[in-house]
């Protein structure tokens, strides 16, 4: 199976090079894998570069898990992971990734000075 970088979700997703965004569609036609860190990663592009909202990004995140052709690593733990953001909103994607992979690895509590993440189960704030 081939495999994806951020860029190429990025064109996937925010559609805003016609040329790209073809040769991506094209790309992933035949199945393309998502690592955890070009997810994290395309995230924080629409979030700090394209300024999607919160609810935007569920949308995307969605959007991506439904997707016919992609396969994203361990997709029950970004599910999981979106469960959380979804919620609260106030949290970054890539802190409820981050505690869902130490989570399914048997690795918590998840330590950290972030107040509105150590509110969720599995992190003991320092």
């Known amino acids: 199976m081939l495999a994806v970088d951020t860029n190429v979700l ?3 997703l925010a559609r805003d090079d016609v040329k790209q965004a073809a040769a991506a569609d094209q790309f992933v036609a035949k199945g393309a894998w998502v690592s955890h860190l070009v997810l994290a990663e395309t995230v924080w592009v ?3 570069v394209y300024e ?3 609810v935007q990004l569920v949308a995307a ?3 991506l898990l439904a997707h016919e052709s992609l396969v994203l690593q361990d997709a029950d ?3 999981a992971a979106l469960a959380h953001f ?3 909103k106030a949290l970054g994607f890539s802190d409820c990734l981050v505690l869902e992979i130490a989570r399914k690895a048997g690795h918590l509590p998840l330590g950290t000075f972030d107040k509105a993440l150590s509110k969720l189960s599995g992190v003991q704030k320092l």
């Open 86 to 88: 979804r919620a609260k």
């Open 10 to 12: 990025v064109r996937l």
């Open 46 to 48: 629409l979030e700090s």
């Open 61 to 63: 995140l969605e959007l």
């Open 77 to 79: 733990t970004v599910r």
């Open 52 to 54: 999607r909202t919160a």
